[in-house]
């Protein structure tokens, strides 16, 4: 079977008002990134967040996980970053690269579980 790609306008996603896209120019990059590292780091709460965006942006989650041009769980790693600290995708992605590898699977393994999981709770949905 195949997954049936939901479209949304991009005004009308969860994610276009909120941190995940907004410029970090003028940031306190450093201090954002260690935010972020820290945040990351710890697999418990950056697991709830990502528990959050699935709850608290619908319409961002069926765009996203139901494309196959999307990294999923880069995007709700992302997404959980933005929810949790307010902090931009391209702090994220910078932040990423100073986890540890431990550290990195782990969330890998918390994002993959909660993506396989909303796919199994939209299976009706998005499968055509």
């Known amino acids: ?17 909120g941190a995940m896209w907004k ?16 945040f990351m780091s ?3 709460i950056f697991e709830a967040h990502m528990m959050l965006v699935v709850s608290e942006w ?20 992302q997404a959980a970053c933005a929810i949790g600290i307010n902090c931009p995708e391209d702090i994220v992605k910078s932040a990423w690269g100073s986890l540890t590898d431990f ?3 782990n969330a890998n ?6 993506v396989k999981k909303w796919v ?6 998005i499968y055509a």
């Not at 079977?1 to 008002?17: A, G, P």
């Not at 319409?59 to 990294?71: H, R």
């Not at 393994?109 to 909660?114: D, E, G, M, V």
């Not at 199994?120 to 949905?125: G, I, P, R, T, W």
């Open 42 to 44: 710890d697999c418990d």
């Open 103 to 105: 550290q990195r699977n």
């Open 1 to 17: 079977m195949r997954i049936k790609r939901i479209y949304h306008h991009f005004s009308k996603c969860e994610e276009y008002n």
């Open 58 to 77: 619908p319409l961002s989650c069926e765009a996203n996980f139901t494309s196959n041009g999307i990294n999923k769980i880069a995007w709700l790693g």
């Open 109 to 114: 393994l918390a994002a993959s579980k909660i």
């Open 120 to 125: 199994n709770d939209h299976l009706e949905k």
């Open 23 to 38: 410029s970090s120019l003028g940031m306190d990059k450093p201090a954002m990134t260690e935010k972020a590292i820290l």
